[in-house]
Structure formats: structure tokens, C-alpha cells
């Protein structure tokens, strides 16, 4: 099967140009200018970007969480993701304390194996490092989990101490693989819950007044400072705000080079949207929304190269579910969805809104994860030999954001009206036309697991 791409506008991180692509099979097979080949199928993209797919390194599918579980499974949130142009998540493994890793690979295997739309990988969170669980970590390097999750948060479910993780840092750095962290002071936040909560303070406005800015500074101070010490490479995940970020500018100033992610809800929503009642439980997540000047500090370090990644956290809980904690809002679950608009929001909010270029917005919608996460050039790009993973995109079309048309299985959207400029027309998953049009064309089972690299890009 070959496929001609005609006429497009190809972005990729470095380059925009026009012209053909040609596709056989799951492949890139050359790119040109008024290729003079014939093609079972020709699309003719004319006035369209042609970009990589994009990969959202951070999402929860079918996780068991706070009593319930996040409400898009393999099938439906991946689905989602290509209706939105992201051909490729990675979603987190969650260890259970006391048991082994290779049991929790095992449990998230049965959940996404045969049921994927979309191109998925994991990263593997260890949330009991022992004796036990070390030689593991070489063993899921193996199996292509090449990135260690760690929770300096939720304790008592999820949290390790400082000597776990600095055990953890060493084995994961001596095997080649990469460390990520969810960097909020657990035992701050603990009080601060506890505190609230005997003085009724019950209300979603509360979890955002629990986890204030210092909570996520200093425990980003703190793992970069671990980081550096074990000199294994980091990653922090879903940072969200000027302290944290500062964390990680001083650590440059001693020639250390921490990775960052944001999420695309941190650069386009604030706090203020806690203020609604219980309303404000759609946009309970960890860390919470921030401040405008946080807004202003994320943007400022995606185009300083000091943020690399845009992702989304998707975690989404139908209102049924957030409504367990209308009475208390530490019973809320914490997460929303994003799976399916993070490329329509950051394009429109981002690109549109001249807060940043084409290029850059594909790096970080995309090749930079790729990158970090070993999966490049595999994916992440535009180029000979990759997968053809590809969407096009009207930068001109617009639309609006609702829950009555998006594909997540969730019944509201955090960004419900929302209209915004630039849409997804098509998507090419491996060669194969994934999305056409608001239609999916592949079925679950399509999506298949990446097994990734150990860390080799420096970016
Ligand atoms: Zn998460």
C-alpha cells in the first residue's frame, strides 16, 4: 500500500516546506518536490500543515485512582487522542506497594493489550524501591520502559522518601534510563489538607489553597538536587509555576540539565476557576491550575528551551465521580481530560496568539518527547524511514470545544465554548489513515506498544 501526500506544508522542529510525501506501508519513503510517482491513495493537502503526530507523554488511562478509576479506557482515550492529532501516549504504570513491578506491567498489559486505538508506551512509576525491585529496573529497560516514575507526593499511597529515591536515581542511572518525578512536598500538602479540613473548609477552592506554589518549589529544588548528586538524568512532570521553574534555571547555572514538562491546561487556564462552588471539581487536578504570572513564566521557558514538553495529564472522571468528594474536596478525584484538544489548544493558544512559532510548537506537541523518551526518529517527525505517523491540519478552520462533540468518555470538557482556530482534518497512524474528518477509520487493536529506547538525545 503506498500513499501520496500532495502539496502539503511540511513543519517539522526545524523545517517548513512544501511538498510530497510518499508513504509505503507503515513507512516514510521519500519526500520531494512534484514527485512523479503513482500511489494507491493521494490526498491532496494543499493549504494544510503536515506535521508529526503528536505524542503526549503523560496520561492516565483506566487507572485505578482514589477509589475509583479514570474514565477513558485504552480504547476510548485513545481514540480521543487521534481525533485531536496525537498518535502516541504513554501512559504510567502504577507499581503497588509491597508488590513487584513485572506484576504492575502485567496489570496494565491486560488492560491496554488488543485494546489500543492509538500507539501507546509506559513508563513505569516505582512507588516501593527495595531490594526486590532493583534488579527489576533493568528488566522493564529491557522490556523498552526506559523512564521511572516517582511520586514525592500522595503519601501513604503513592510517595517514596528521599532515600528511595536517591537508591532509585542511582540503580536507573547505572542501567541507562531516565527518572521522572512528581515533585509537590507530600507531607506539606498533608498538613495543609488536614489543617483545612478541621476547619470545614471543604469546598475545591481548598485543594487549590493546599498545595500552594512552595509546595512544588521545593520539592523541585529538591529532586534537582538529587538529580545532580546521583547524576542521573531527570525529568519533572506537570510543573506548573515561577518557583519551580527557578528551581530548575539555578540548576542550570551549575551545568546541570533537568528536563521539564508542562501540561496544556497550566499555560491556558488559572486558579480563579476554583472560585465557582463545586464547579471548580472539574479542574481538580495535581498540582492545581496557577496564577497569570505562572502563565507567563511557562510560556517564557518554552520559548528559553527550559520547558521541552507540552502533555496533558489526562485523567479524566465523569461528574458522577468528581462528585464524591462534594462534601470534602480531598475526596475529589484528582485529574481532568485533555487527551483529545491538547494539539488544537496549544496550536490555537499558542501559535495563533503569536506566544510561539510552528516549529517550536511541534517540538514540544511532539519531537521533543519523542526525543527524551527514545522513540526518535521513529517518531516524532517528518522524515525518511519514520513511521508515517502524520496530521493534517487546517490552521484556519474553526470550532468550538464541547462535551456533546468531543470522543473523550467523560460528560463535560474543561473547556466547554472554547473556540478555537486551526483544526485536525486528517491523521495517518503508521501509514494508515487513522482519522478522516471527525471519522475513525481504525479500529481498537490497531494501537500498538512502542518499546522505547534508553536515553540518548540531548536537547
Ligand atoms: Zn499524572
Known amino acids: 500500500m503506498t500513499t501520496l501526500i500532495k502539496n502539503g506544508r511540511i513543519v517539522t522542529a526545524t523545517d517548513d516546506y512544501v511538498a510530497d510525501i510518499l508513504i509505503e506501508g507503515k513507512q516514510i519513503k521519500a519526500i520531494g518536490k512534484d514527485m512523479a ?26 487507572m485505578p485512582f482514589m477509589g475509583t478509576s479514570s474514565s477513558d479506557s485504552y480504547e476510548t482515550g485513545t481514540r480521543a487522542a487521534l481525533h485531536g492529532g496525537t498518535t502516541t501516549v504513554i501512559d504510567f504504570i502504577l507499581q503497588k506497594q509491597g508488590n513487584s513491578l513485572r506484576s504492575a506491567l502485567d496489570e496494565w498489559n491486560g488492560r491496554a493489550n488488543g485494546n489500543a486505538v ?17 534488579p527489576e529496573v533493568k528488566q522493564m529497560i529491557d522490556e523498552g520502559i526506559t523512564s521511572f516514575k516517582t511520586f514525592m507526593a500522595y503519601k501513604g499511597a503513592l510517595m517514596i522518601d ?54 512544588e518549589a521545593e520539592a523541585s529544588e529538591r529532586f534537582v538536587d538529587m538529580a545532580n548528586y546521583t547524576g542521573c538524568p531527570g525529568y519533572i512532570v506537570h ?52 496564577e497569570k504570572k505562572d502563565q507567563a513564566t511557562l510560556w ?15 485523567c479524566p472522571f465523569k461528574w458522577e465521580q468528581k462528585k464524591m468528594g462534594e ?13 483529545e484538544h491538547r494539539m488544537e489548544l496549544l496550536f490555537s493558544e499558542g501559535v495563533s496568539k503569536g506566544k510561539i512559532t510552528l516549529n517550536k510548537y511541534v517540538e514540544v506537541a511532539s519531537t521533543n518527547a519523542a526525543k527524551i523518551f527514545g522513540m526518535f526518529p521513529k517518531k516524532g517527525t517528518i522524515a525518511i524511514g519514520s513511521d508515517a505517523d502524520i496530521v493534517i491540519f ?11 462533540t468531543h470522543h473523550m468518555n467523560v460528560d463535560y470538557s474543561g473547556y466547554e465554548g472554547w473556540e ?39 536537547i
Open 37 to 62: 510517482v503513482q500511489a494507491d491513495e493521494v490526498i491532496d493537502a494543499s493549504g494544510m500543515l503536515v506535521m508529526p503526530g503528536g505524542i503526549d507523554p503523560h496520561v492516565h488511562l483506566d
Open 118 to 134: 492509538g500507539d501507546y508506551s509506559f513508563h513505569m512509576a516505582v512507588t516501593d524501591f527495595n531490594e526486590n525491585t532493583k
Open 162 to 215: 528521599d532515600r528511595q529515591m536517591i537508591g532509585l536515581m542511582e540503580e536507573v542511572k547505572n542501567q541507562g534510563g531516565l527518572i521522572t518525578v512528581h515533585a509537590t512536598n507530600g507531607d506539606m500538602i498533608d498538613y495543609l489538607i488536614q489543617k483545612h479540613r478541621e476547619e470545614g473548609k471543604l469546598s475545591p477552592l481548598y485543594h487549590y489553597l493546599s498545595q500552594p506554589e512552595v509546595t
Open 239 to 290: 510543573l506548573t509555576c515561577e518557583g519551580a521553574l527557578n528551581a530548575v534555571r539555578n540548576a542550570t547555572r551549575r551545568n546541570q540539565k533537568i528536563f521539564v514538562e508542562t501540561c496544556i491546561q497550566y499555560l491556558v487556564l488559572d486558579a480563579s476557576l476554583y472560585e465557582k462552588d463545586f464547579d471548580g471539581a472539574k479542574w481538580v487536578m495535581s498540582p492545581p491550575l496557577r
Open 300 to 314: 517564557a521557558g518554552i520559548n528559553q528551551g527550559l520547558v521541552q514538553v507540552v502533555a496533558t495529564d489526562h
Open 327 to 339: 462534601k470534602d474536596f480531598s475526596k475529589i478525584p484528582n485529574g481532568h481530560p485533555a487527551i
Open 394 to 404: 487546517d490552521p484556519n478552520e474553526k470550532h468550538t470545544v464541547s462535551a456533546k
Open 420 to 458: 478555537l482556530s486551526g483544526k485536525v482534518k486528517k491523521v495517518l497512524l503508521r501509514g494508515k489513515v487513522a482519522i478522516d474528518n471527525n471519522e475513525c477509520k481504525v479500529s481498537k487493536g490497531y494501537g500498538q506498544f512502542v518499546k522505547r529506547n534508553k536515553v540518548k538525545q540531548i
